[in-house]
């Protein structure tokens, strides 16, 4: 069953807009964490942003936001004020509280358009 | 701030051969993971290790081998590469810690297989 789910192939955006990419994940461990990767053109992988299972509120770092669902399962991120350089790759992922590994969602690709 | 790297960051070879991929990473990090990251199908966890001299299989183990002599190394060899080892290899660590811990990424290594 896959874990983490990313709908969205592809989103276009313009710059200064906000833009909310996508993730629901599938999960019956209560402890678990939610993070988010960037992955420019250039291929590196980038962490953003994290959200743990317990955590009372959404996490935040800079221009990003984690609009937690837990009852929906869902993990969004939200990008304000999107600018060029956010063109690129995001990847959702998880990892469960019993276990270091991190599975990842297919990835979405981002575009930031002038 | 040397962080996490790989190396080398391209390779050709041909099917049959052995090839080691190599990470380093400088944070005394406890954890070490190898993924592939294939169109379609996102990051997959190849191998991890929780300390020196400890590994375990990932989600794609089959047609790797890796050992971890030192807290600071995890190579990744395929021992006799095939085709559809072609891909993009990412190394990563974490720390342990009370709570999760983001994994943090070389830049990957991009191996072509002929």
């Known amino acids: 069953a896959q874990k983490i789910t990313q709908t969205q192939p592809g989103m276009f955006v313009q710059e200064k807009e906000a833009v909310t990419l996508d993730c629901t994940y599938d999960?019956?461990?209560?402890?678990?964490?939610l993070f988010w990767y960037k992955q420019p053109s250039s291929g590196e992988m980038i962490f953003l942003i994290y959200q743990g299972s317990y955590d009372q509120q959404n996490a935040t770092e800079g221009r990003y936001s984690l609009n937690f669902q837990k009852a929906r399962k869902s993990a969004n991120l939200v990008i304000s004020a999107s600018q060029l350089g956010d063109s690129a790759m995001y990847f959702c992922a998880m990892r469960e509280g019993g276990s270091e590994k991190l599975v990842f969602g297919k990835g979405m690709k981002l575009t930031v358009n002038p | 701030d040397a962080g996490i790297t790989q190396s080398p960051r391209y390779k050709i070879t041909e099917t049959g051969r052995q090839v080691t991929l190599m990470c380093h990473q400088t944070?005394?990090?406890?954890?070490m993971f190898w993924y592939r990251q294939d169109l379609g199908h996102g990051l997959r966890l190849i191998y991890y290790s929780a300390a020196a001299d400890i590994t375990d299989k990932g989600e794609v183990p089959d047609g790797y081998v890796v050992s971890r002599s030192k807290t600071e190394n995890f190579p990744l060899t395929l021992e006799s590469a095939t085709r559809s080892q072609t891909s993009v290899y990412f190394c990563?660590?974490?720390?342990?810690?009370?709570?999760?811990?983001?994994?943090?990424f070389g830049d990957g290594t991009r191996l072509s297989i002929l």
């Open positions: 990563a660590s974490s720390d342990r810690g009370r709570f999760f811990q983001p994994q943090h």
């Open positions: 999960t019956s461990d209560p402890s678990y964490g």
């Open positions: 944070w005394s990090h406890s954890y």
